[in-house]
């Protein structure tokens, strides 16, 4: 399995996950989870590192705390491609969801590095 399509796979995992913890945060099925995953990835790609740049200073000045606000301003945007399947219930859930998704990326994608280098 190539990196990305796993990288898809966990984020999908962590959007499910996160949709468990909050009521605000509602995610349809598996299969909406790996589109939210997909879009969620081209997203970074070409719209994160231009709010990135817009909005250097200010992440700057909080020390980095700023990039969840941006990561919450993706998930919205997802959201809003999406549509009633891929539902987050205003902004302070989207950047709390964004902290708890950010964790729980670096969790899942530590165990898989781990298993993968064990099995080695």
Do not use: C, H, W
Request: hydrophobic share 65%; net charge neutral.
């Amino acid at each position: 399995m190539t990196r990305g399509i796993l990288s898809l796979i966990l984020t999908a995992i962590a959007l499910i996950a996160v949709a468990e913890l909050f009521e605000s945060f509602y995610i349809e099925s598996f299969a909406t989870a790996l589109l939210a995953s997909l879009i969620l990835a081209i997203l970074n790609t070409i719209v994160k590192p231009i709010l990135v740049v817009l909005t250097l200073p200010i992440t700057i000045l909080s020390l980095g705390i700023f990039l969840f606000v941006i990561n919450a301003i993706t998930l919205m945007l997802t959201q809003a491609i999406i549509g009633d399947s891929f539902v987050i219930e205003g902004f302070g859930i989207a950047v709390l969801a964004a902290i708890v998704l950010a964790i729980i990326n670096l969790v899942l994608n530590r165990l898989i590095k781990d298993t993968i280098l064990l099995s080695k």
